[in-house]
Structure formats: structure tokens, C-alpha cells
């Protein structure tokens, strides 16, 4: 990928990401059921009981993962996936910094702890923040960072004798330190005649509130125990060939075979190989569109793996079946180009938030944010400011959202936060985000922060290293950070491929002047390209509304007030998108929860939805907008078209 013409990333991207693939060690496949393979989700209720010790230590000192939760002390029922804040009456619990711990019993299949020949695996899908895990009190993993998902193999453990139920305990730790991602701090506040004995606090630089618990789905997977690790699959277009790169890894065995097929949506095989490593080749092959981009959009094949190998006990298969959808993505100085064509980001900044469950993964609210995010006309959004859930993205693939992919370097803004130590960490992140989500379609670019202290002067090295090193490991695709530091003043612009600025004009400073909007923002970018000529995304923008609150003349945190504002930024938008600038995302899709402040009423208001998912009537200005811009690019019409009968949504 990178500058130039499509063509020139034709026939670089395969042999660059060949290289790329070779840092990353060990798959992160999502656990999909097949032929070989059976999952069981641990997702209910679970013992839970936060240390509330002074050094929150007296877990650890009891050894609490030793026999039952409920022994240690009193437990509550507590949901997963599902952050623990806000699911009970108890405001101690609510802000509560230090070890939680979380406990399930289960029952294990018969065969599972007999067959020798199977691989049991551990699997959590995002624990927040630092966790370890024991297994009837044996200690099988440890993990940092709150938005990834990793494994234990416990097949040893559940097959080392007979066992009729299984215990798993779990402790996490929600305190960020300058070194974490996202950065925090602890602060102990020591005036006897303020603050009690040992007070402390946690003090965060990001703008939403520090979510903890089990977010995500807990699981138990099978495989044999010679089995597909990882697929890596890279896509290319030569005229109507589409060209599908694979590479399979495999564990267990050094003697196997790998079949491999990719069918169409139709079930037909379009092309067939052999081996860890290939090229398929696809005659008048459908194309991996965004929504409303294309008639037929987010096309996926299927990549079907069958891997056999010869073992004592005689010959093992092992199947997965990986969605692929064909594209490339490339960029010019003024176009950001999926398929050969320019490609607009029309969208929204989201968050994993709502009542109750906090950041827990729930489908129903998954599914009402994609109703809403193609009711609206949106093509995008960025996972601001962490790595979503894995299902988000396989919703993409399949509607054609195309995703800005974040990492959760939020509020990196001390200088300690740039250390080598802080670094090691990010670097390590990128990895374990890419080895997660390279082969969505879906994921176009990867954003490495938002918002930095960009200016401060270990900046420069700190993203020209983490660029190169995403770069390294995913040459197919573009990187950036999103920044709101002065063009001037940004050490770490010099080395992304998009330039991406949040900016809140008459919002954070000329309160209530929407008139100096225009001047600005036209400011902002044409500074920003002249310095850079880089194509330009306008990250953010937005301003608090209450719903229901209505102001004419309209007044700050009124809707007319939001709607006012978002019509400034669009008729600037509407200029410089003929030029440089490839997209626009509003702050925020829906209202969020933050800490508590004087400058937020219970969260931050800048949603267009409400937190509940009501419109507010800015939500009806995008819409109108979106569907404005989607119809004007002509290859549009047809999708339009087709998207506006089927959903019965706009009359074009
Ligand atoms: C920003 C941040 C975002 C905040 C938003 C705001 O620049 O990137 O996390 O929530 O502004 O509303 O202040």
C-alpha cells in the first residue's frame, strides 16, 4: 500500500505483508464451530466479590482462587459479559479501583476430559484491565490491556484426571498507571483534615468513564491438538481477477496437509489449493464494496480450510472457515481509494456504552446501532478509542461499514507515557490488535491513538516507532493517529499516511459563535495540507445537546444549537471535499457515560442519538446529509436505489 497508484500496491502488498506476517507470533482465530471444532460459552451469572482491603491485596494473601469464592467471604451474582458498575444500588462498588474477582463453575462434556486427542482452550474476550486466571486453582494465564482477547490452553488440566465440574476464577485489576493503555494515575490524597486515611483516587485523561469487568464473551473452545493456529489472508485485484493471498499456520505437527476452497455466496467453489501458502485466483470476481458504494456491497467468500495430518492415534482433521471479502485499499495525496475509487467517510465516532451493562457486550444494542448507523446513510465509523468486540467487526464485514480500527492509546499526554517502557507496551498492542482484526474487509486503516500530546518532544520517535512496527506487520493497510495538536507543533504527523484532526469550534472556546466556524475550520485545513499534502479526515466534531432541550435563537446544549453547529462544519466540508478532505465523523454516534464533572451532565452529551438510541434532531440532519452525498457520486445511483426500496428508507 501507501502513496502511489493502486497498481504499484498490486504487486508490492503480497510479498510486503509475507514479511509483516513473520512478527506475529501465534493466532488469534475467533472461535467458530465446525466439523472439529465445538465452543461453549460461559456467559450468565458469576460469583463476583471486589477486594475492598485496604492494599486490595487480601485476595492474593487468602488465595481466594484456591477453593470457592463463596468461602473467602460473601459473594454477589454478577452478569457477564457485562461491566460491574452500574448493575447494582452500591455507589463504593461503582467507582471501585483495584481486584475484582469472578468465578464460574462448569461442567465439562465427558469427552472432553477423556479425549487426549483434543485441544481445550480458555478463551475471554476482553477482561478490563489487567486479569489473571486459575483454573481450579492453578494458574493458567496473565494478561494486560482491557479490549483484546486472549487464551489458555487447559487441556492438560481438565484431562489429568477425573473431574465432574471445573472452577474458573478470574481477578482484575482496573487501575491504569502512566505505562497502561490508556494512561491513568493513582492519587493519594493526604490532608488528614480533608481526606481519610489512605484516600485515593484515580485520574484519567480520556473522556469516558473506566468501564471494568468481564466486557466481552467467555468461552471454552475445542480443536485436535494438531490444528490451524492462524490465517492470514491478503486480497488484490488484477483487471476481474480478484486475488485472494493465504497463509495458514499450523500447530501440533510438522506433517500435514492443507486443502483449501473458496466458495462464493452461493455455495460454489470459485478456486481450490494446496498448502501453508498460495494465491487464488478468482475470474470476475464480486468485489468487497461499502454500503451504498456498490448495487451488491460487502460481498464475502468463504475461505474453507481443511487440514489433515498423521498422528499415533491415526490421521486428524482439523476445519475453519474464515469470511473473506476482495478489495484494496490505497491512497493518493487528496484520495483515500477502496477498490480504484474514492471512497468518502461518511460516518460517526462510537463508543461500547450503555445503561446498565456499562461496556458489556449485548446483541440486541448491537444490532439497533447498525439499524440506526444504515437508517442514517453512514459508511463508517471509528472505534473510538479501543478495539471493539470481534462480532462488531464481522457486522461490518457483512454490511459494508467500513471501520477506522483505534487502538486504546487515549489520553497518552505525559511525557512518562512516551517512555520506552509506555512504547514497549503500544507496540505490543499493535500486535495483538492486528493478529485479532487484519482479515476483516471491513478494516481500512489502523489508528494507533487519539489525541496524544503529539507536541511534546518524544513524540517524534515514539510514532515514527510505532508506525513503522504497524506498518511492519501490516503493510495492506493505512495508519494514522488522530490528533488535535497545532499542524505546526505535531511531531508525529510527519509519518502517518491520513491526516486525521478533532476539532470543536464554538464548543470549547467562542462559546455560542457559531459564525467563526466557517473561517476556522477552512483555516484547519489548509494549513494542515499545505504543510502535509495528505488526504484529511475531519475525526471529530460535535457540540452537547440535551434532548429536549430547544433554544430559538439557538444556545448552547439546545438542538438547534448542535444542528446549527454541524451545519457550519458541512458547508466547509462541502468545499474541501472536492480536494483534499476523505471524510467526516461526527462526535458522537450516541450519548456517553463519563466521570462525573462539572463540564458533563451524567456523561457526555454530544451523541446524535440518545444514550436509550432516540434521535435527536441532528440525527435527521445527517441523515438527510448522508444520503445527500451518497447520492451524488454517480457509481452511487444504483445502491442508492436498491438500499432505499429495501429498507423503505428515503424516496431518491
Ligand atoms: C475529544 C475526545 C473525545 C471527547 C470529546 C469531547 O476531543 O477525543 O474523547 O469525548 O473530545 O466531547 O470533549
Redesign the pocket.
Known amino acids: 500500500m501507501l502513496r502511489g497508484p493502486a497498481g504499484a500496491w498490486a504487486v508490492l502488498g503480497p510479498l510486503l505483508w509475507g514479511c509483516g506476517l513473520a512478527l506475529l507470533q501465534g493466532g488469534m482465530l475467533y472461535p467458530r464451530e465446525s466439523r472439529s471444532r465445538e465452543r461453549k460459552e460461559l456467559n450468565g451469572l458469576w460469583s463476583f466479590r471486589a477486594d475492598f482491603s485496604d492494599n486490595r491485596r487480601q485476595g492474593f494473601e487468602q488465595q481466594w482462587y484456591r477453593a470457592p469464592l463463596r468461602e473467602s467471604g460473601p459473594t454477589l451474582d454478577m452478569p457477564v459479559p457485562s461491566s460491574f458498575n452500574d448493575v447494582g444500588q452500591d455507589g463504593q462498588l461503582r467507582s471501585f479501583v483495584g481486584w475484582v474477582w469472578y468465578e464460574r463453575e462448569i461442567t465439562l462434556p465427558q469427552r472432553w476430559t477423556e479425549d487426549l486427542g483434543m485441544r481445550v482452550v480458555l478463551r475471554i474476550g476482553s477482561a478490563h484491565y489487567y486479569a489473571i486466571v486459575w483454573v481450579n486453582g492453578v494458574h493458567v494465564a496473565e494478561h494486560e490491556g482491557g479490549h483484546l482477547p486472549f487464551e489458555a490452553d487447559i487441556s492438560k488440566l481438565v484431562q489429568s484426571g477425573p473431574l465432574s465440574s471445573c472452577r474458573i476464577t478470574i481477578a482484575i485489576n482496573n487501575t491504569l498507571s502512566p505505562h497502561t493503555l490508556p494512561p491513568g494515575t493513582i492519587l493519594y490524597k493526604t490532608d488528614p483534615s480533608m481526606y481519610p486515611k489512605g484516600y485515593f483516587v484515580q485520574n484519567i485523561k ?3 468513564f473506566n468501564y471494568a469487568g468481564l466486557h466481552r464473551t467467555v468461552l471454552l473452545y475445542t480443536t485436535p491438538t494438531t490444528y490451524i493456529d492462524d490465517i492470514t489472508v491478503t486480497t488484490d485485484m488484477d483487471q476481474d481477477i480478484g486475488l485472494v493471498n493465504y497463509q495458514i499456520v499450523v500447530q501440533g505437527s510438522d506433517h500435514f496437509q492443507l486443502d483449501v476452497r473458496l466458495l462464493d455466496e452461493e455455495g460454489k467453489v470459485v478456486a481450490k489449493g494446496t498448502g501453508a501458502q498460495g494465491l487464488l485466483q478468482v475470474p470476475s470476481a464480486h468485489l468487497w464494496w461499502p454500503y451504498l458504494m456498490h448495487e451488491h456491497p460487502a460481498y464475502l467468500y468463504s475461505l474453507e480450510v481443511k487440514l489433515t495430518a498423521q498422528m499415533a492415534v491415526g490421521p486428524v482433521s482439523d476445519f475453519y472457515t474464515l469470511p473473506v471479502g476482495i478489495r484494496t485499499v490505497a491512497i493518493t495525496e487528496r484520495q483515500f481509494l477502496i477498490n480504484g475509487k474514492p471512497f468518502y467517510f461518511q460516518g460517526v465516532n462510537k463508543h461500547e456504552d450503555a445503561d446498565i451493562r456499562g461496556k458489556g457486550f449485548d446483541w440486541p444494542l448491537l444490532v439497533k446501532d447498525f439499524n440506526l448507523l444504515r437508517w442514517l446513510g453512514a459508511n463508517a465509523f471509528r472505534t ?2 479501543y478495539p471493539y468486540a470481534e462480532e462488531v467487526l464481522q457486522l461490518c464485514d457483512r454490511y459494508g461499514i467500513v471501520v477506522i480500527d483505534e487502538s486504546p492509546g ?1 489520553g497518552i499526554v505525559s511525557v512518562e507515557s512516551f517512555s520506552n517502557v509506555s512504547l514497549q507496551h503500544h507496540l505490543e498492542v499493535m500486535e495483538e490488535m492486528i493478529r485479532r482484526d487484519k482479515n476483516h474487509p471491513a478494516v481500512v486503516m489502523w489508528s494507533l491513538a ?2 496524544p500530546a503529539s507536541f511534546l518532544k518524544p513524540a517524534g520517535y515514539y510514532f515514527k516507532t510505532l508506525i513503522a512496527h504497524t506498518k511492519a506487520l501490516d503493510p495492506s493497510r493505512p495508519v494514522t493517529f ?1 490528533t ?1 495538536t497545532s499542524y505546526e507543533a505535531d511531531l508525529g504527523a510527519p509519518y502517518v499516511d491520513v491526516i486525521c484532526v ?1 476539532s ?1 469550534y464554538s464548543w ?1 472556546h467562542d462559546y455560542g459563535h457559531m459564525e467563526v466556524i466557517q473561517l476556522q475550520l477552512a483555516t484547519q485545513f489548509e494549513n494542515w495540507h499545505k504543510a502535509y499534502q495528505k488526504p484529511m479526515i475531519q475525526s ?1 466534531y ?1 457540540a ?1 445537546t440535551i434532548a429536549g432541550f430547544h433554544e430559538d435563537p439557538p444556545l448552547m446544549f439546545s438542538e438547534e444549537y448542535q444542528k446549527g453547529l454541524l451545519e457550519q462544519y458541512h458547508a466547509v466540508l462541502d468545499q474541501k471535499r472536492k480536494e483534499y478532505v476523505v471524510g467526516e465523523l461526527i ?2 454516534f450516541a450519548d456517553f457515560m463519563t466521570n462525573q464533572s462539572p463540564l458533563r451532565m451524567i456523561g ?1 452529551r ?1 451523541g446524535i442519538f440518545t444514550r436509550q438510541r432516540q434521535p435527536k434532531s441532528a440525527a435527521f440532519l445527517l441523515r438527510e446529509r448522508y444520503w445527500k452525498l451518497a447520492n451524488e457520486t454517480r457509481y452511487h445511483q444504483s445502491a442508492v436505489k436498491s438500499q432505499c426500496v429495501g429498507n423503505s428508507l428515503f424516496t431518491v
Do not use: I, L, Q
Request: charged share 25%.
Open positions: 480520556f473522556d469516558f473510538s478509542h487515549v487519539n489525541e488522530v488535535s478533532n470543536y470549547y471529530e460535535g452537547d462526535w458522537n457526555n454530544k
